[in-house]
């Protein structure tokens, strides 16, 4: 291709040397100056580079590892090259969805599943990743023509698919069980989903995907006003799943709606996005690498630069089948569970209290973690922390026919709940 480009490049200066009419010299050179970009890109193109085998920690400037596996020289992480056995599956490759893909393959994540039906387009170009050349391409195979080229190593698949088809929804079933790149790994073929879509139909069919797969899920929101966002993790049967309760968002103060609308235009900004993806892949990262906490929800309020979190418990009386089932797998499997922990704090040895200094003159004492209560611990779905509100609308909250007196603590949350709902309604 380059020696091709190169022969055509000079049969045009031929050309434009024995070209008597000046008025064909400025289409020549306009050719000349066409070829010569593409030789730069062809170029670029070939510049890939090849495979590498094992990570490295060491440091040369040739290793795209070595910052990465310094975080296990630092003890910030166990094994970091664990990174490799896990399969990501990201749905919805727009502003959050590019962007986390991006860092979990700068990451040098193993496998990345990306789903989403929609094309790149120029609209899209006030956010990060895609680059005004790909308008047109799908993005999922925009996505994997960037990403290949970053890291090589990771192997990415494209899905081009609206997961809320039925045929849609069943090519995203047998993908996400595929365990050819794993085949002993338990449960099914993925380690996390992390639903970066726009809309709530979406959410909800992810979260019957991962409640039928029994699959660990991150969710993430964008307000409309492009100045709230959130992150949520979901483990069917352990936490509240996107049915057990209305969704949560960040009060901004604006609209708090954050679900895409019929012929609304919604605001975006590549800051907001790009916060919230750097947020879900963080936590991402914690999950899976397993070091520091890993967040159960966590808001963000632009304008106040606000960060709420808390904790949500699953609903007994969810309206999903599937929530109902691992809720019940989850209750029975306590006893196994509580005899787990005893076994594991009795197997580690007792720390003896760290003293760093024997003369305390500051007065300066340790508490620990346990003792101190978080105030943003909250187990009902009614009661939260300031700056977090509830999504509207919730379809199964409206759906739900009759809950019978004999759950009083739920039913009391759920009518007051739906009081709060009628009133933001009114
Ligand atoms: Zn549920």
Redesign the pocket.
Known sequence: MEAELKDLLNDLHTLKISLLDPSCQALVNKMQSRIEHLSKMEKLGNNQRSKIKDMSAEVVDSNPYSRLMALQRMGIVDNYERIREFSVAIVGIGGVGSVAAEMLTRCGIGRLLLYDYDKVELANMNRLFFRPEQAGMTKTDAAVQTLSDINPDVVLESYTLNITTVQGFETFMSSLTNKSFRPDKEGCGVDLVLSCVDNYEARMVV?QAC?ELNQTWMESGVSENAVSGHIQLLVPGET??????PPLVVASGVDERTLKREGVCAASLPTTMGIVAGLLVQNTLKYLLKFGTVTPYLGYNALKDFFPTMEMK??PQ???AA??E??KEYTLAKPARDAAARAKMEAEPLLEPEFLHEDNEWNISVVDDDEVQDPNASSGVADLPEGLVHELPSADEFQKPFISEETSNSVDDLDELRRQLEALNS
């Open positions: 979260n409640n509240a799943c996107f049915a057990c309760a699953p609903n969810c309206s999903n929530c109902l691992r809720q």
